[in-house]
């Protein structure tokens, strides 16, 4: 066995995930400290586990009809073996059931779990045994079970989507949010266009292309497991292209003074800058001073300027800010993330139903909060990478309900034609995977400040 065996990597990392670390923070730093782990194994230890959590669902049902024991019984430890194992035997071509089984016994002995070795390797042969008799359920017939078992949601989220979209619906979301969402950068603005940096990037190798609708977008093909060229010059920043949308729906001017009320990691509040030509005024609020550092760290390493931080919880009113002093304010705000599941795999098993209302209440706190900020005139930009109805319509009727001076503007009218499939009826933005080229699920309304 390798020193560094991507297998027992994975597993540790899981554990790790259980314990209520991010995935993604978790693989950075295992990845980070092990600079001699060859490319091939740094692609299988990221798939496993990304593969692991976003098919849990999946593994659990094979492996539950080839256990005696219900799969609650079972040690954590040695579950999350039969996990990895299931995942190679079902979902990855490249490895021969034959290696999948033998490895994942070895690494149950270099784990300490040696008199396990009978229990994994029994149940992962009769998983290959038996996999064309699994009773996966029908899409037509048992959707909700479809959604569970082979679509790996947990019941409270099929229930929910099920009945927010319908059946196709919620089928084809769910299917595009078990994908590997696309590598996609913006480039930055402020130091060349897109065509130039498509071709350094061709040249040096990519396969890469322009994004749809986001205009300095470029999505790569396998791109991530290397920096691009240009990185340490601050050529481009790493963003869904639905993210790259909203900077574009507050239409930010020359000259403006503006607040990004929820900023860190500050994505958006470049582009902003970026998109006022470095020549707006800029107030970056969050929370988090820990995160609001990763946004002066961006605004550096971009030449952003314009750009001032100051952490703040902004459930409570800023009083260092004057009413009425703001020409634009996006908030950008905290949120289930459910649009964004295929980034962050663990979500869909972390969240719970009661997390919608408690982010929906802190939502229009937040709001609230912004709102007074604004001038008359000005006009304000609520973005979610979300799209429960609690979160999305709800809010915003509760807002609106508490603010007679807002109207909601139909953001259809100032953006380009190509743009409007990505708008719903009452002129919010409303990106889906499944429908528009793999972005991210995200939300965006638009209001305007009468008095
Ligand atoms: C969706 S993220 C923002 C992403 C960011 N706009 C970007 O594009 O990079 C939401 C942010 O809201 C912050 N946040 C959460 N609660 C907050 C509060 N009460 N006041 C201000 N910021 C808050 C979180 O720390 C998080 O950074």
Known sequence: MKKNDPRKMAWEILARVEEGMFSDLALDAALSNASQLEDRDRALLTELVYGVLRYRGRLDF????????????????????LRLGCYQILLLDR????????????LAKRLG??????????????????????PWPDPRKAPLAHLQHVLSLPKWLAQTWLKEFGAAEALALAEAMLQVAPFTVRVNSLQQG???????????GYQAMATAYAPEGISIEGGGSRRLPGDDRGAYQLQDQASMLIAHLLAPQPGERLLDACAAPGGKTTHLAALADNRAEIMALDISAAR??????????????????RAWDLTAAPDFLKNGSFDGILVDAPCSGLGTLRRNPESRWRRQPADLAVNAERQLAILSRAAPL???????????????QEETEGVVQKFLAAYPEFER?????????????????????R??????????????????RKA
Not at 62 to 81: D, F, G, I, M
Not at 292 to 309: D, H, M, W, Y
């Open 113 to 134: 779990l040696s008199r396990a070795t009978g229990f994994v390797n029994g149940i992962l042969r009769a998983v290959d045994r038996r996999r064309e008799s699994i």
């Open 62 to 81: 094979a492996l539950s009809h080839c256990c005696s024991q219900p799969l609650r019984k079972v040690e954590p430890a040695v579950l999350r073996l």
């Open 292 to 309: 609001l550092a990763l946004v002066e760290q961006s605004a550096l390493r971009l030449g952003t300027q314009g750009i001032s931080c």
């Open 431 to 448: 990106t889906w995977p499944h429908h528009h080229g793999g972005m991210d699920a995200f939300f965006a309304v638009g209001f305007r």
């Open 194 to 204: 897109r065509e130039e940096f498509l071709a350094a990037l061709t040249d040096a």
């Open 374 to 388: 604004l001038r008359t005139g000005g006009r304000l930009v609520y973005s979610l990478c979300t799209f429960t």
């Open 95 to 106: 490895i021969p059931v034959r290696a999948a089984v033998h490895e994942t016994v070895e």
């Open 409 to 429: 503007i139909d953001l259809r009218l100032q953006v380009p034609e190509a743009w409007r499939e990505l708008f719903d009826e009452q002129g919010a933005l």
